[in-house]
Structures are given as structure tokens and as C-alpha cells.
């Protein structure tokens, strides 16, 4: 059943308070983006500075990521029952001292400890400022556009920092660019309390010991041993034994949750379509669209030989696009619905990847521009359907838990993206027989028609397992249950 577009439109504004929040929660979300990927083109810079060696360099990254992606479920649930507002406020406060002091760092071993308590405030946040966002906006066109503004401002976020990392460094300091978040936390630490009300699960059961220690250092192992990969290669020992204790402690993690009275993670939760498959495609398009981002530079780079400050600029366009993606998503779904919207946003992003396979070592610019502009757009569709997806239909108790998986498969999907196609793209390179430009793009083109074939799967998976139940008297769309038997 479609409701009436005036009355959708109504539904869907915001008072001057709830404007208020967006700006203080999505602002959050938006700074996050931008520190996890502002440091990437400073690396460099910031080698020379500190004296990091080559190898050590990709850990000024690394170091954000692994806490940041390792600790969310932990902290989702922990938002959940000790206060979503007051532990918002307590990792802003810690994001911007570590934020501080990374600016201020002195040596490798000082910023790196900065930049590791940055990822654990980054943990902190993002479930807490996410669950946040669901419990003050009503479920429906509210939710839907304050999703589609987090949404635009998160991949921003990310684009922004790989363009005003380079800027900020080349005309002051790569200090600078962390120095930045400071007054942003500042403000957005004093004006939490006065915004948001508390909102925490009414029952507050003893936190799950045993759970959260295996899936935190389950999710740890995975997430350094797909980093390593980068650099040591997949076959290498540290590689492979960081991905088995993983695998070894996931599994431990879901024995646990079988078992114990007050679980981390309900698995009946796990177990709804929405959740399981719908994280599952935003794991995809945020893996795809960062390995994307890194096959690109590669080829600016490479293959045409742009600086990385010009690089940067050109992918000004996916940020525009993708902002105003963010911003029509909610209108888009009020009209053709959130399992459309999903789908329709892999397969533009598929199709607009799968044409950068036409790129020369020549020409082509105008198609990349276009092409990663439409990417753009139908990634930040497909990011917000997704989002929808998997927060929708839960109660408010469970909404830290269902955005902490939500960003859990974001965190991994950045994470692996980089490293896979990486690998695709240098066996092509190899498999050429040289490193020069024609080998190069061989490569990229060999990365980018694996990310369209993986996007390309994620929509099938979406056509095949989210879409929507219909109620058997009226036609009308039904919550999703469980696909178990399982009884709420």
C-alpha cells in the first residue's frame, strides 16, 4: 500500500530540534568518515616528519581501523544498556583528546597510540550516534530521510578526506587535519546533553563477558589479517594465522550466544532476513566502492600521471553525486520503496563500474567523471536501503545492537575492499609481464569487472532474499520475521 505523497512529505519534516540533532549526530558521523581517510594521502608527509619506515607507515591507518571495526558490537549493546546519550558524549570527549594529541604527537609510537584511540572513540560513536538518530525519528519518511542525510554526509566524509588531506597538507600541516576535529568535538560534546534526551533498554542485564571478548577479538583478528594482507600478501603466515584465530573465535562467539541467558548479540536478530542479508549487501557496496576509489588513483596515477592533489579533485564529482544521492534517497523511496531503492543502487553502481572498464591510457576522462558521478549516486541509494533494511522492524532496545551490525559490515567492507581488489588488479598487472602504464590499466580493468560481478551478486541476493512479504488479506506489506522458527 502507497501513501499519499503530500501526506509522506509532511510526515517526513523535521522540527527546528530535530534539525538540531541531525546536524550534531550526523556532523559526528561526518567527522568520523572524514579522520578515518584524511591521513591517507599525508602518509608520506607524515613518514618524513616522524621518521616511520616505508613499511610501517600503512599502521598510521591500520591503527584507526582495527578498534574502530573490532569493538562496535561491543559498544552498540553497551550503548544499549548504559545510555546511548552519555556514551555518545563520552567518546566524542575521548575522540577529541586523542584527536589532540595525534596532532600534537612527538614520534610513530605517540601518533600511532592516538590514532588507536581515535578508532576506539570511533566505536564508541557511531553505534551510539546511529541507534540515536533511529530512536528520535519515527520509523517511516522521518527515519528515511534523516538515514539518506547520514548517509550523504558519511560518504562525504570519506571523499572528503582523501581531497582535504592532501590540501590541508600542502598548505599547512598534516598536524592541521587532525587538529580540525577538536572545536567540532568540543561542540558537539556540550551540545549532546542539551539536544538529546537519554535513552537506554529499560532492563539492564549483566553485560556478556565471554561474548563480547570472543567476537571483539574475533572481528580484531579478521580485520588485521585482511590489513596484512595488503602488505604481506594473502598466502604469508601472519596473514593466514590472523584470519584462522578469527574464524576460530567468530565461531567460539556464536557457540556463547547459543548458550548464555543475556547474549551480546541475540541471534534471533541475526537470523531475520533484514538484518543477516541486508548488512550483507552494504558490506559489498562499501567494499566495492572503496577498492573502487583505490583502482581509480591507481590508474590517475599510474597509468596517466596525475599528482595526487589532482587525483583527489577528481573524484570531487563522486563526492557531489553522492551527496545528492543522500539527499533524494528518501524521496526516491517514498515512491518505489526501500527493496527497490537497494536494488536499484547495486545495479547503477554495478553498471557505472563495469563501464570504467572502457578507460585508456589516452583518454577516457569524461567517461570517468560520469561514471564514477552515477556510481556515486546508486551507491549512496543502495546505503541507505540498506541501512533502512537493517534497522527496520526492531524495537528500540535492540537499535544500538541492529547499528552496530549495521557498521560492523560497513567497517568490514571498507576494510576488505582495498586488499581484494588490490590483489586482483597485481595479478593482472603480473600476468601482463611489465608495470608500465598498458600493464597497469590491465590490472585495473581486471579489478573493476570484479567489483561489477560482486555488486552485480549483491542486487541478486537482495532480489532473492529482501524482498518484501506481502500480507495475504490486503496486500499489504508485513514486518519481516525470523527465518527460523524462533518465537520473539
Not at 47 to 61: H, I, M, N, R, T
Not at 83 to 111: E, H, K, Q
Request: charged share 10%.
Amino acid at each position: 500500500m502507497t501513501s499519499d505523497p503530500v501526506d509522506s512529505s509532511a510526515k517526513a519534516r523535521f522540527t527546528t530540534r530535530q534539525w538540531l540533532i541531525i546536524a550534531l549526530l550526523c556532523g559526528a558521523q561526518f567527522m568520523l568518515a572524514l579522520d578515518f581517510s584524511i591521513l591517507s594521502v599525508a602518509l608520506p608527509v607524515i613518514g618524513k616528519d616522524l621518521g616511520f619506515a616505508l613499511s610501517d607507515l600503512q599502521w598510521v591507518v591500520t591503527a584507526f581501523a582495527l578498534p574502530s571495526g573490532g569493538l562496535l558490537l561491543l559498544f552498540g549493546r553497551a550503548a544499549d544498556l548504559y545510555g546511548r546519550r552519555n556514551w555518545f558524549i563520552v567518546g566524542m570527549a575521548l575522540f577529541t583528546v586523542a584527536s589532540l594529541a595525534g596532532g600534537l604527537a612527538p614520534s610513530p609510537g605517540f601518533l600511532l597510540a592516538a590514532r588507536a584511540a581515535q578508532g576506539v572513540a570511533a566505536a564508541m560513536l557511531t553505534p551510539a550516534a546511529m541507534s540515536l538518530l533511529t530512536t528520535n525519528f519515527a520509523e517511516g519518511a522521518q527515519r528515511d530521510r534523516a538515514l539518506g542525510i547520514n548517509g550523504a554526509l558519511l560518504s562525504l566524509g570519506f571523499l572528503s578526506g582523501v581531497v582535504l588531506g592532501g590540501v590541508i597538507t600542502d598548505l599547512t600541516s598534516w598536524r592541521v587535519t587532525l587538529f580540525i576535529s577538536v572545536p567540532v568535538g568540543l561542540v558537539a560534546s556540550f551540545a549532546a546533553p542539551v539536544l538529546i534526551k537519554e535513552s537506554r533498554s529499560e532492563n539492564t542485564p549483566r553485560l556478556d563477558v565471554l561474548g563480547a571478548v570472543t567476537v571483539t577479538g574475533g572481528l580484531l583478528s579478521v580485520i588485521y589479517g585482511i590489513t596484512s594482507a595488503e602488505r604481506n600478501g594473502w598466502s604469508s603466515g601472519t596473514t593466514l594465522i590472523a584470519l584462522a584465530a578469527g574464524l576460530v573465535l567468530l565461531i567460539a562467539f556464536f557457540a556463547v550466544e547459543s548458550r548464555v541467558a543475556s547474549p551480546l548479540v541475540d541471534l534471533r536478530v541475526l537470523r531475520r532476513r533484514t538484518v543477516s542479508w541486508g548488512n550483507t549487501t552494504g558490506l559489498v557496496t562499501f567494499a566495492m566502492m572503496t577498492g573502487m576509489v583505490f583502482l581509480l588513483t591507481l590508474y590517475m596515477q599510474r597509468v596517466r600521471g596525475m599528482t595526487p592533489l589532482n587525483a583527489g579533485f577528481t573524484f570531487s564529482a563522486l563526492g557531489v553525486a553522492a551527496v545528492l544521492g543522500g539527499a533524494f534517497a528518501a524521496r526516491i523511496i517514498g515512491k518505489i520503496g526501500v527493496h527497490r531503492a537497494l536494488v536499484y543502487g547495486l545495479l547503477l553502481q554495478a553498471a557505472s563500474t563495469a563501464v570504467l572498464f572502457l578507460l585508456d591510457t589516452n583518454g577516457g576522462m569524461p567517461l570517468l567523471l560520469v561514471a564514477t558521478a552515477t556510481g556515486g549516486f546508486g551507491h549512496l541509494l543502495a546505503v541507505v536501503g540498506y541501512m533502512i533494511t537493517a534497522t527496520s522492524g526492531l524495537p528500540d532496545h535492540e537499535q544500538g545492537l541492529a547499528t552496530g551490525l549495521a557498521y560492523t559490515g560497513q567497517q568490514l567492507g571498507v576494510t576488505v575492499g582495498t586488499p581484494v581488489l588490490a590483489t586482483v588488479a597485481a595479478a593482472g598487472i603480473t600476468s601482463s609481464g611489465g608495470s608500465g602504464p598498458a600493464a597497469v590499466l590491465h590490472g585495473v580493468q581486471n579489478g573493476l569487472l570484479t567489483a561489477a560481478a560482486a555488486l552485480l551478486a549483491a542486487a541478486l541476493v537482495a532480489i532473492a532474499f529482501l524482498r518484501p512479504r506481502q500480507a495475504a488479506a490486503n496486500g499489504a506489506p508485513v514486518v519481516d520475521e525470523p527465518v527460523t522458527a524462533d518465537a520473539h
